[in-house]
């Protein structure tokens, strides 16, 4: 299960938002639906995810009715605020969204179109891990709107997937991704590079099985320590080593190597895609800054600068919507340093950067000096933005405290 929420104020029992909001009709609108269900429980992971031994007082199979509880409220919310919007995006996360059945999948989907609509060409992403996958659970969902499948691969190296507590079978990840692309969908792979044992030929080949799948989109993320998790413990008593940030910096710097020469063109620091259209909106949604309501438990929401949380645990959240109450634990408005300090964060990730402009007037000097160690594009920067280079992206927390602190 993931850490504690953040502080924040309390939220209102009928999820109201604040009369003085000011929300801008002509921002994008998402919907992220959490699926916090899991087989096992992976040693790095902190999602708020919960096997079934772990669920105490939820039942899965009552899951999608409970979430579309949540859907009619937030319709209700946003049509008294004014600001109901069709969805530009809609990405169900998790946990293993797959776990639930593709018509579970499907009802949902069918509840946030019926209260808010989406836009021509929108997107509609599922997660699902590559077990799950079948050519009837893929036709199902396409026939229901779904239009992308993001598939957790991590590795094809079944030493570090065992090191991930990774249980898929690695020769899944084939025939889930030729399911989908038979079904007319998009495919995304998701990689983990740095897990403990894993050498720099071991992520070579996984980045060779990624691009051997022919997919549309690539994920490669470096394995972070959680506090909390298994793998913390693990570190912590000396069973497996710490990821080696030199080691995971040459992983890195090999994945974009081999993904440039295939065809792939980077468009956040973890993500290449094959062409513009092939990015993920919904995840640039988040880096944008623009607006979505996030179901299901602990699942965060951002509406015109006003964040909310659900509450965690699956009983509490079906609870709180059985009372017709908002299942919101807390809320929160950054105050203006702190929206800077975000947009800059986010905005910084992104390959078309941040507008020099948009800096604080006594950062924007700095930009030279991030141009003279590397880090920053000088043709990007002659032009009006901050765009990280190669050596940027590895080292981009540094950029952002330079245009920050």
């Known amino acids: 299960m993931a850490g504690p929420l953040p502080l924040g104020d309390p939220a209102p029992a009928d999820g109201r938002l604040p009369s003085d909001l000011s929300i801008d009709p002509a921002v994008p609108f998402s919907a992220y639906l959490h699926v916090p269900f899991c087989r096992v429980r992976c040693g790095y992971c902190d999602f708020n995810t919960y096997t079934s031994g772990e669920l105490r007082g939820a039942k899965q199979e009552d899951y999608a009715s409970t979430l579309i509880t949540e859907i009619d409220l937030a319709r209700r919310v946003l049509a008294d605020a004014g600001a109901l919007r069709p969805m530009d995006t809609v990405f169900f996360g998790g946990g293993t969204p797959t776990l639930l059945s593709a018509g579970d999948l499907a009802r949902m989907l069918d509840a946030a179109t019926d209260a808010f609509g989406l836009v021509d060409g929108a997107e509609v992403s599922v997660e699902a891990n590559p077990d799950t996958v079948t050519p009837e659970v893929v036709r199902t969902l396409a026939d229901a709107g779904v239009t992308r499948l993001s598939i957790g691969m991590q590795s094809a190296v079944p030493h570090v997937l065992a090191a991930l507590d990774r249980t898929h079978r690695p020769e899944n990840v084939t025939t889930a991704v030729a399911a989908a692309k038979d079904a007319g969908l998009a495919v995304s792979v998701d990689l983990i590079y740095g897990a403990p044992g894993e050498s ?162 006594d950062k924007r000097t700095r930009v030279a000096g991030l141009i003279a160690d590397g880090l920053v594009d000088p043709v990007a920067a002659v032009r009006g933005r901050v765009q990280l280079t190669l050596r940027g992206r590895l080292l981009a927390d540094a950029v952002v405290r330079e245009l920050t602190d």
């Open 200 to 361: 720099l030929a071991d992520w070579e080949a996984s980045i060779d099985a990624a691009l051997a799948l022919d997919s549309d989109h690539i994920s490669a993320y470096a394995l972070i320590i959680e506090d909390g998790t298994k793998l913390a413990r693990q570190i912590r008593r000396g069973e497996v080593p710490s990821p080696d940030d030199d080691l995971q910096a040459d992983m890195y710097e090999l994945a974009d190597a081999r993904l440039a020469a295939a065809g792939f063109d980077w468009y956040e620091i973890s993500n290449w895609s094959r062409s513009v259209e092939q990015r993920s909106r919904h995840n640039l949604a988040y880096w944008r800054g623009s607006d979505w309501w996030g179901f299901g438990p602990g699942a965060h929401s951002h509406v015109a600068g006003l964040r909310w949380w659900n509450v965690k645990h699956p009983a509490a959240y079906a609870q709180r919507l059985a009372a017709d109450e908002s299942p919101a634990a807390g809320t929160e408005r950054p105050d203006a340093e702190s929206a800077t300090l975000e947009r800059v964060l986010l905005l910084s990730r992104i390959r078309e950067g941040i507008a020099v402009a948009d800096l604080q007037a």
